[in-house]
């Protein structure tokens, strides 16, 4: 037998996954069940858990999959206010995506800001804030050195950057300059020629001929750790 918050909390999530197919964030569980933090959430889920009626997806931060509901010859109610709301069976297809608070992105080493240094690739990943991401796919890169400071990327930050091979004038982008150097920059043309400007004024604009210079992604969004 479930309590009263866990069926409402079980409901809740079925009736986002059926909407968005997204799982809603601890933060849109707490407003909808009107608790003050989020610790009752986790309670919740744990215990619906236990149960069997719900699973946390273990490749993806905070996505959740609703299982089962209870048994449908006696459908639960939920009590809010003066409302009550039925609690509706899952779609047979549903299949859960993960929840729009957090997600991991891959981790491809680092990147210069400041004079371009051989790119190389990692297989680690990064937990992202959804809400620094754009669409498309995206991957981070760990600055390295401080010809961007006056844009407010610091050596240390970690890049975020949308996949993409093309850019307009004056986007911040990780540009490939002869098939082995990256480096973050802002885009430029004159003429036949690629300007990558550096945001600080102690460092000159680098210029290359067009075709040796790719572009891998415009930067999305920043991420700082403070130690």
Same mark, same amino acid.
Not at 106 to 115: D, Q, S
């Given at each position: 037998m479930l309590t009263a918050k866990q069926h409402e909390l079980l409901h809740f999530i079925q009736q986002k996954l059926d909407s968005s197919g997204i799982s809603p964030s601890f933060e849109e569980m707490k407003e909808a069940l009107g608790l003050k933090s989020k610790s009752g959430i986790h309670r919740l889920i744990s215990a619906l858990e236990e149960r069997?009626?719900?699973? %946390?997806?273990?490749?993806?931060? %905070?996505?959740?999959?609703?299982?089962?509901?209870?048994? /449908?010859?006696?459908?639960?109610?939920? *009590? %809010?206010?003066?409302? +009550?709301?039925?609690? %509706?069976?899952?779609? #047979?297809?549903?299949?859960?995506?993960? /929840?729009?608070? +957090? +997600? *991991?992105?891959?981790?491809? @080493?680092? +990147?210069?800001? @400041?004079? #371009?240094?051989e790119a190389f690739e990692d297989h680690n990943n990064l937990a992202v804030p959804a809400a620094l991401l754009g669409s498309g796919e995206h991957y981070a890169l760990e600055v390295s050195g401080d010809s961007m400071v006056e844009a407010g990327i610091f050596d240390g930050d970690y890049a975020l950057i949308q996949k993409a091979s093309t850019a307009r004038e004056g986007d911040i982008v990780v540009a490939l300059v002869d098939g082995q150097d990256a480096t973050l920059k802002y885009f430029r043309r004159e003429g036949q020629m690629i300007r990558l400007d550096p945001a600080n004024s102690a460092y000159e604009p680098q210029r290359y001929p067009a075709e040796r210079v790719i572009v891998q992604g415009r930067l999305s969004g920043l991420l700082r750790r403070y130690h």
């Open positions: 069997g009626f719900l699973r %946390r997806l273990p490749n993806r931060a %905070r996505a959740l999959e609703v299982l089962k509901v209870p048994d /449908a010859a006696k459908p639960a109610v939920l *009590e %809010r206010s003066d409302n +009550i709301v039925p609690l %509706r069976k899952p779609t #047979p297809a549903l299949k859960p995506i993960a /929840a729009n608070d +957090i +997600i *991991e992105v891959p981790l491809h @080493g680092k +990147i210069a800001a @400041g004079v #371009p240094i």
